[in-house]
């Protein structure tokens, strides 16, 4: 699965998420709540199990010396997931529970620090060395903006991956 993704061209990746997004509207959440409940959910882990599996391929490619950790990054993902899992069992199908002032602050934390460490993550790799914010804040911007830095990044991380496996042909 890692491979295919990883060697997926960006257009085909798009064509998944127009796909994907296009079933969860055909969903009507007032005929079938639990359904629409149900995808968007599914949705939710497709996002970031994307994230998650770029997370991990390109931590495998850091050049040695680099220490990006991934602790927080994790943690950030299972408290979203779990958040919008907990979300879904406890509202009423088809709804969504308000999050507001400071309880909010905790979700924001977890959606931005996402594409951050994502984006510091690729910066790495392709500089093969340990650079700061100014560096990748672009590629940043280009995760947070999901659809078009898809778009952007996937070629990048399609030669960053071709490289690798060129450079280690034992598959690491």
């Not at 088809?94 to 309880?103: L, M, R």
Request: aromatic letters at 18%; hydrophobic letters at 50%; glycine letters at 8%.
């Amino acid at each position: 699965m890692t491979d295919r993704l990883m060697k997926a061209k960006h257009w085909q990746i798009f064509l998944g998420w127009l796909l994907l997004f296009w079933l969860y509207s055909l969903v009507d959440h007032k005929g079938y709540p639990i359904l629409f409940t149900i995808a968007r959910v599914l949705l939710y882990i497709a996002y970031f199990g994307w994230f998650l599996l770029l997370e991990r391929t390109l931590k495998a490619y850091l050049p040695s010396g680099s220490n990006v950790s991934s602790s927080l990054f994790i943690g950030c993902i299972a408290f979203l997931v779990g958040a919008i899992g907990y979300g879904a069992l406890v509202a009423t199908p088809g709804e969504s529970i308000p999050v507001e002032g400071f309880v909010a602050l905790p979700f924001l934390f977890a959606f931005f620090y996402l594409p951050y460490h994502l984006g510091k993550l690729l910066a790495t790799v392709e500089h093969r060395k340990a650079i700061n914010f100014g560096r990748h804040f672009g590629e940043t911007i280009l995760f947070l903006f999901y659809p078009l830095g898809m778009w952007l990044l996937q070629p990048r991380i399609n030669e960053l991956y071709t490289r690798q496996r060129i450079e280690e042909p034992h598959g690491s």
